[in-house]
Each structure stands twice: as structure tokens, then as C-alpha cells.
């Protein structure tokens, strides 16, 4: 038991958590494709219970949990490998790496899974969904960004697809993504609403180079004064100043 592990360590935690990582790549390396997933998880189980910030292997769990085994997917590996992303998001709440491969595996692998009713489907995917855009708002790399924007105009509702592609388009510096923002954002709410959405973040630089061009536009976008005129833009236009 885990327990064992930290009483054994003699209050040197994150080595001995380091000498149990290394065993269980060697583990798993001598097995490919014939893991033993239950004890994948009693591996990872091992390691973060010696250091629960050790964020590796919540990721390389999540996955070998699943893929390092032979044969068919079961429901019980699908159960065994999201019980240890929820972990380390437990830890670790806003990795876009954890909430990105939780997601996907919520919203594909649980679809193409025995065992699985309509119902846990629909309400996995849903949530897949919401932790993919979850990760594209947390730092995930363009090409994860831009999967977020087609999954969640295909399943989330019309508002939260539009929150989300209004904040991705506002954000976003990378015009390959902006472009596939547009053009979504476009088709479901008409390219006037893209065009706010661009002049609101062409006032919002503008007024970043003006006050305060040193500070990084994200924090920026925390810091700013109340008075601002993007305060509220919705209510009324915005005029150039």
C-alpha cells in the first residue's frame, strides 16, 4: 500500500518516488503491448502518493492504463485510466495536458466502448467537451486550440460554442486559428458579430500599448482598470480613441 511506500522512504519522498517512475517505465517498456494495467495504476498510485506534484505520472498512467495493454478496450480500463487524470487534475486543475487527454477520452474512447448505456455517453461526452475547451483556455498548443473549436461547435450549444470562439478569437495571436475562428464563429452568428469581436481586441491592444506595453496582454486583461471602455462592449459601440 502507499502508505508503506512513505513510512519505507524514511522521510526521503521524492527520491524513493523517483526509484518507483523509473521501475515502472522499466515495467512497462518490458511489456509493451502486455501491461498489466491494474498495476499501472497501483504504480502511479505509489509514485504520487510520495509526491502528489510529480505531474508525469498522472499523464503516462492515464495512457498505459489504457493503450499498454493487449486486446480489446474494456469499460474497466476506460473507469482505470480517467480515475487517474481526475488525480492528477485534483493536483494539478489547470494542466491543459490532463484536461486535453481526459477529454478526449471521455468524448472518443467511451463512444467506441462496451459496456457504456446512451445516457453515460451523452453525459461523458459533454463533459469531454467542456474539459477540451478547458485545456484551450489554459495553454494548450494552436493545433489543440483549434480541435476545441471544431469539437465544440459540433456539441456544445450554440451559447457556450460562442462564448468560446469569441474568447479563443480575442485571445489568439496565431492567424492559422484565427481563421478557422472566423470562419465558425461566422456560420453561427453572422460575420457582424466577428467583426465586434475584432474591434474589441483592437481596442483592447490598443489601450494595452498605450497603459501599459510591458505587461503580458493576459494579465493585463485581469489588471485593468474598471473604467475601461471595453467594460462593458457589449452595451455600447466602441470608438477608436
Same mark, same amino acid.
Given at each position: 500500500p502507499p502508505s508503506y511506500l512513505r513510512a519505507m522512504s524514511l522521510g526521503y519522498r521524492e527520491a524513493l518516488a523517483d526509484l518507483v517512475w523509473i521501475r515502472a517505465l522499466v515495467f512497462a517498456g518490458e511489456r509493451l503491448g502486455e501491461v498489466d494495467?491494474?498495476?499501472v495504476e497501483r504504480y502511479v498510485e505509489g509514485i504520487t502518493a510520495l509526491a502528489p506534484r510529480f505531474h508525469r505520472p498522472y499523464l503516462w498512467g492515464g495512457i498505459t492504463a489504457i493503450y499498454g495493454g493487449s486486446g480489446t478496450i474494456q469499460r474497466a480500463m476506460v473507469e482505470r485510466s480517467a480515475k487517474i487524470y481526475r488525480a492528477g487534475l485534483r493536483e494539478f486543475p489547470d494542466s491543459h495536458e490532463l484536461l486535453y487527454a481526459l477529454g478526449?477520452?471521455?468524448t472518443h474512447q467511451v463512444s467506441s466502448t462496451a459496456g457504456y448505456s446512451d445516457a453515460d455517453k451523452q453525459a461523458l461526452a459533454a463533459e469531454g467537451v467542456d474539459l477540451i475547451r478547458k485545456a484551450a483556455a489554459h495553454g494548450a498548443d494552436p493545433l489543440v486550440r483549434r480541435y476545441a473549436a471544431t469539437i465544440i461547435t459540433e456539441h456544445a450549444t450554440d451559447a457556450l460554442a460562442r462564448q468560446f470562439l469569441e474568447s479563443q478569437l480575442a485571445s489568439t495571436d496565431d492567424e492559422a486559428? *484565427? *481563421?478557422l475562428l472566423r470562419r465558425k464563429l461566422g456560420a453561427l452568428t453572422g460575420q457582424e458579430e466577428v467583426d465586434r469581436v475584432e474591434r474589441t481586441r483592437?481596442?483592447?491592444m490598443d489601450e494595452l500599448r498605450r497603459?501599459?506595453?510591458y505587461v503580458p496582454d493576459t494579465l493585463y486583461a485581469v489588471i485593468r482598470s474598471e473604467g475601461s471602455p471595453l467594460a462593458d462592449d457589449r452595451a455600447r459601440p466602441l470608438t477608436p480613441p
Open positions: 494495467t491494474d498495476m478526449m477520452l471521455l486559428h *484565427r *481563421r483592437e481596442a483592447f497603459t501599459a506595453p
